[in-house]
């Protein structure tokens, strides 16, 4: 017996090996930490191993939910959101997992790591670190999906973009102008059915995971935090139409995957749920479902990530249900004349982001061929009214097989996301989120603070306007008699700014407007989508 002994001795040690759990020492915070824990289990890992960790902080406590990664990896994946130490122990139905216990210390942020985007003042956003967020989106459907190459290149293009969040999909999406076949799947192939010519059908084994793809599905939103950009993860959506049958999965598999996503990627900072897209459009589910599956995301997410769902055009949800942080629509009427938008506030008392409102493109479909002057229009009649509004881009100059960034990524074409860049920036010097300074009366003028309007004339090509002023200032303070203001002119197309050479002066309040103690007039250039910014002068 004693030649066996070195055999024993090897695996007992390769036992212990596999079931020990390895984690960093420091993280920032909002960053990930994560706790890795290797254990060889024969059965079902994805179904039969219930893991979770309770994370303790000074004055505060997290349960965090494992997920198995496949090869005998299970990890706890947590984002700390206080400076200071925190301690953690795993529970498990496994004893190898169970009662794992260790310490890390969270440090300070740094760089651009300003931590997860929350609601603020309840119309707006922030990061954690209480830098002001400004949604300035575009939507790339499928663009994971595509091979490679085409990802780092639609990578290569968002980073100088002036784009900060991304709607993505994380099913793949079959739809007449996007028929790409994926490398890799969500879930394992079972079995593969020969279909009449020639045709392959892959049949999933729903009772697991694949870890390949929610690897690479990471890599990607990690590539994108590292250039500023919110992931705006679409968690169904109805483009399959049977081709791989993801819409139609059992309410208990669709439940198991909400919870597996939410278990890999609730510490990714950047990370905003968007249940569904065009949700009244997918057959098999009922509006019931929806509630179902809303909750479960917002249940299985600890650190309470942004949310919504989202119809198809004019198609609202029951916003003010709890699970949803805001309103994520897709309706272009609002937005089409002055005064629209901003009604939505008033309704909902959450932020409002039009994430659809038709794309910029040449698509014979309607929703598909706006001109870049209409795109970058109804992107600042929604931040005029302080609302958000996102950006798409559909032109197709081959064929089906054209890469359309609206879905595939790749490139820009169109001529409207620089000009939405140069918004981004005017909107960015503000001092404060802009909204309608005068709500019911003047649908023109937003207001950022004391002192500081933009007003947009869109469409409308006038030679001169009245300086006016409204008399309310939202909640900030009114324009007083006496004071001095500059007047900057904005061509939003050409991306221009030039200052007005003279300054006004206010006269006291008549009928709720204040004008210029003269009645002096600024001289506009006779040009469609025209600005001012208008600001107190320092004297």
Avoid at 93 to 118: R, S, W, Y
Avoid at 242 to 248: A, K, L, N, T
Avoid at 266 to 282: H, K, M, P, Q, T
Avoid at 453 to 458: E, K, N, P, Q, T
Wanted: proline share 5%; aromatic share 14%; glycine share 6%.
């Amino acid at each position: 017996m004693r030649q066996f002994a070195p055999v024993i001795l090897f695996s007992s040690l390769l036992l212990c090996l596999l079931s020990l759990a390895t984690a960093q020492s420091k993280v920032e915070q909002w960053d990930r930490f994560e706790v890795t824990l290797k254990h060889a289990y024969s059965g079902n890992c994805f179904k039969d191993v219930h893991l979770s960790t309770t994370f303790s902080g000074k004055d505060t406590s997290f349960v965090v939910a494992g997920f198995y990664d496949g090869k005998n990896i299970f990890r706890i994946r947590f984002m700390p959101q206080q400076i200071g130490t925190w301690t953690y122990t795993t529970s498990s139905n496994i004893p190898e997992l169970d009662k794992k216990q260790g310490t890390f210390e969270c440090i300070k942020a740094t760089g651009k790591n300003h931590g997860m985007v929350n609601v603020s003042n309840t119309y707006n956003f922030k990061y954690g670190d209480g830098k002001q967020y400004y949604p300035f989106g575009t939507t790339a459907y499928a663009w994971i999906h595509m091979k490679e190459g085409v990802q780092e290149l639609t990578l290569n293009t968002l980073k100088n973009s002036g784009f900060n969040k991304v709607r993505m999909c994380v099913l793949p999406k079959n739809y007449a102008l996007v028929k790409q076949e994926p490398d890799i799947y969500p879930f394992p192939t079972k079995e593969v059915r020969q279909e009449p010519r020639g045709k392959e059908t892959k049949m999933w084994d729903f009772d697991q995971f694949n870890p390949d793809f929610f690897q690479h599905l990471e890599k990607r939103i990690d590539d994108l935090s590292k250039l500023g950009i919110e992931a705006d993860v679409i968690i169904f959506h109805p483009y399959d139409k049977g081709r791989w049958g993801f819409d139609s999965m059992p309410m208990e598999v669709n439940i198991r995957y909400v919870k597996y996503l939410t278990a890999r990627l609730s510490s990714f900072r950047n990370v905003w749920w968007s249940i569904a897209n065009e949700w009244d459009l997918v057959k098999t589910k009922t509006h019931d479902d929806w509630d179902l599956l809303s909750k479960a995301v917002v249940e299985s997410d600890p650190y309470r990530h942004l949310c919504s769902i989202h119809g198809s055009t004019a198609k609202y949800y029951e916003y003010w249900k709890p699970e949803f942080t805001h309103i994520s629509i897709q309706d272009e009427a609002p937005l089409e004349n002055f005064g629209g938008a901003a009604i939505l506030r008033n309704a909902y008392f959450k932020p409002i982001i039009y994430d659809e409102v038709g794309y910029e493109g040449n698509l014979p479909q309607r929703w598909g061929r706006y001109s870049g002057e209409q795109m970058l229009y109804l992107v600042w009649m929604g931040v005029i009214a302080g609302t958000y509004v996102t950006h798409g881009e559909t032109y197709m100059f081959k064929d089906e097989r054209d890469t359309i960034f609206w879905a595939d990524g790749v490139a820009l074409r169109g001529t409207s996301w620089q000009r939405i860049a140069f918004l981004r920036r005017i909107v960015e010097e503000c001092p404060n989120p802009l909204q309608l300074a005068d709500i019911s009366r003047d649908h023109r003028t937003s207001t950022a603070g004391k002192g500081y309007y933009l007003v947009y004339f869109g469409k409308e090509v006038i030679d001169s306007w009245p300086f006016s002023l409204p008399g309310k200032n939202a909640g900030y303070e009114r324009p007083k008699p006496g004071t001095r203001f500059n007047v900057e002119i904005i061509d939003t197309w050409n991306m221009t700014i030039q200052t007005y050479p003279l300054t006004f002066e206010t006269a006291p309040e008549n009928d709720y407007r204040v004008f210029d103690k003269d009645f002096r007039r600024v001289m506009l250039p006779l040009r469609p989508y025209v600005a001012l910014r208008i600001t107190e002068a320092i004297n």
